[in-house]
């Protein structure tokens, strides 16, 4: 039962993701919960008004930071300062971001150091820490340690299945060919996503003229200062921009199957990527690089196919092999709708919290 003389606070950015989103819902369900949405980047006024909460209101007993929030130190301080339990959802590490994954640094620059530094107070400062799978649980206990009075939950990504299967395919989008296999991806052109391998097995297949990649993410001409531009102008690919949550999912459900991650990063082998969930929830088989917490749930050939991070050269086979073996991707594509309720319905998460 809820215990009405405590209350647990959540501060979230007003953009929603959607771990973000299904972690409010899951404490809404279980605990007294009172929301509270700032601007991005956090401002003055508003961190005065959370300070004031912090004093004021007895009996918010608990501060739950979901990410990115967790970057404002101040607010992290002001809770400790007023003996508040602290939620850290340790969800994305900025230092491996930027060092590890994206390169933009120098791990001995000022700006790492900054990074690692907000990564080891968001540890140091949580009484209880949320981790979205094993490997980034140990990844942090390596690199800022984790004491072990700590309270540890991994908690998984999730998705609302009940609102994915809501969302019906109406929006008109001449791209998805009903005469064509339509394989659709959708992401950042970050390394962990490894998109430069997508193109390159599509210029591999690109005699087939029957087949189709639609890529949603960010401009073509940003992704021409990361890749070969003359493979980017194959014929069969289609570039679309960022489109919204809802309408993604349509994206999804319109085509034949969908690609996962294929960066050959470490932060790519600790992930298990929304997106894959996303489409697997729609009833879609993703072909995917694998990673050790991926296979702890997903068994290849059985819900989903997985290939080898970073070879093109691989993934195109296994688009092939998908393609000619339709009675295989029918029964995955069963499989994969059952393993997504069974253990990532946002659902679950108010049981683990």
Same mark, same amino acid.
């Given at each position: 039962?809820?215990?009405?003389?405590?209350?647990?606070?959540?501060?979230?950015?007003?953009?929603?993701?959607?771990?973000?989103?299904?972690?409010?819902?899951?404490?809404?369900?279980?605990?007294?919960?009172? *929301?509270?949405?700032?601007? %991005?980047?956090?401002?003055?006024? !508003?961190?005065?008004?959370?300070?004031? $909460?912090?004093?004021?209101?007895?009996?918010?007993?608990? &501060?739950?930071?979901?990410?990115?929030?967790?970057?404002?130190?101040?607010?992290?301080?002001?809770?400790?300062?007023?003996?508040?339990?602290?939620? /850290?959802?340790?969800?994305?590490?900025?230092?491996?971001?930027?060092?590890?994954?994206?390169?933009?640094?120098?791990?001995?620059?000022?700006?790492?150091?900054?990074?690692?530094?907000?990564?080891?107070?968001?540890?140091?400062?949580?009484?209880?820490?949320?981790?979205?799978?094993?490997?980034?649980?140990?990844?942090?206990?390596?690199?800022? =340690? +984790?004491?072990? $009075?700590?309270?540890?939950?991994?908690?998984?990504? /999730? *998705?609302? @299945?009940?609102?994915?299967?809501?969302? %019906?395919?109406?929006?008109?989008?001449?791209?998805?060919?009903?005469?064509? &296999?339509?394989?659709?991806?959708? =992401?950042?052109?970050?390394?962990? %996503? =490894?998109?430069?391998?997508?193109?390159?097995?599509?210029?591999?297949?690109?005699?087939?003229?029957? +087949?189709?990649? @639609?890529?949603?993410?960010?401009?073509? !001409?940003?992704?021409?200062?990361?890749?070969?531009?003359?493979?980017?102008?194959? /014929?069969? +690919?289609?570039?679309?921009?960022?489109?919204?949550?809802?309408?993604?999912? !349509?994206?999804?459900?319109?085509?034949?199957?969908?690609? =996962?991650?294929?960066?050959?990063?470490?932060?790519?082998?600790?992930?298990?990527?929304?997106?894959?969930?996303?489409?697997?929830?729609?009833?879609?088989?993703?072909?995917?690089?694998?990673?050790?917490?991926?296979?702890?749930?997903?068994?290849?050939?059985?819900?989903? @196919?997985?290939?080898?991070?970073?070879?093109?050269?691989?993934?195109?086979?296994?688009?092939?092999?998908? +393609?000619?073996?339709? $009675?295989?991707? /029918?029964?995955? %594509?069963?499989?994969?709708?059952? $393993?997504?309720?069974?253990?990532?319905?946002?659902?679950?998460?108010?049981? &683990?919290?």
């Amino acid at each position: 039962m809820t215990d009405e003389s405590k209350k647990i606070l959540i501060i979230k950015y007003n953009k929603d993701y959607n771990r973000n989103s299904n972690l409010v819902w899951a404490f809404l369900q279980k605990c007294n919960t009172h *929301v509270l949405t700032v601007s %991005q980047p956090i401002t003055l006024a !508003e961190k005065i008004d959370i300070f004031l $909460k912090f004093f004021i209101d007895k009996k918010i007993t608990t &501060i739950l930071y979901l990410w990115p929030c967790n970057t404002s130190l101040i607010l992290l301080l002001g809770a400790k300062l007023f003996k508040k339990t602290i939620i /850290s959802d340790c969800f994305v590490s900025y230092y491996d971001s930027a060092v590890n994954d994206r390169k933009i640094c120098n791990k001995y620059s000022i700006f790492a150091i900054k990074q690692y530094i907000l990564d080891y107070l968001n540890v140091k400062a949580g009484n209880i820490l949320f981790f979205d799978t094993h490997s980034h649980k140990e990844y942090f206990a390596n690199t800022f =340690g +984790i004491s072990p $009075k700590k309270i540890i939950k991994v908690l998984p990504v /999730s *998705v609302d @299945i009940d609102y994915i299967n809501k969302i %019906q395919p109406t929006t008109a989008v001449h791209i998805f060919s009903k005469a064509k &296999i339509n394989i659709f991806w959708y =992401g950042s052109y970050i390394p962990l %996503q =490894g998109v430069e391998y997508i193109i390159e097995a599509a210029s591999l297949l690109s005699a087939n003229t029957d +087949i189709q990649f @639609i890529l949603v993410g960010a401009s073509k !001409e940003k992704l021409k200062t990361k890749v070969n531009s003359n493979i980017i102008e194959a /014929s069969n +690919i289609n570039f679309l921009e960022r489109v919204p949550y809802n309408i993604l999912l !349509e994206y999804i459900k319109r085509s034949d199957f969908c690609l =996962g991650i294929f960066g050959d990063s470490d932060k790519a082998k600790r992930v298990i990527p929304n997106k894959i969930l996303d489409c697997m929830a729609c009833g879609k088989v993703v072909i995917t690089g694998s990673n050790d917490d991926m296979q702890k749930y997903f068994t290849d050939h059985e819900d989903i @196919i997985y290939c080898e991070m970073a070879n093109a050269y691989d993934l195109a086979n296994k688009i092939t092999w998908l +393609i000619n073996n339709p $009675k295989a991707l /029918s029964a995955i %594509q069963i499989n994969a709708s059952k $393993k997504i309720t069974k253990y990532f319905d946002k659902k679950i998460l108010s049981d &683990i919290i």
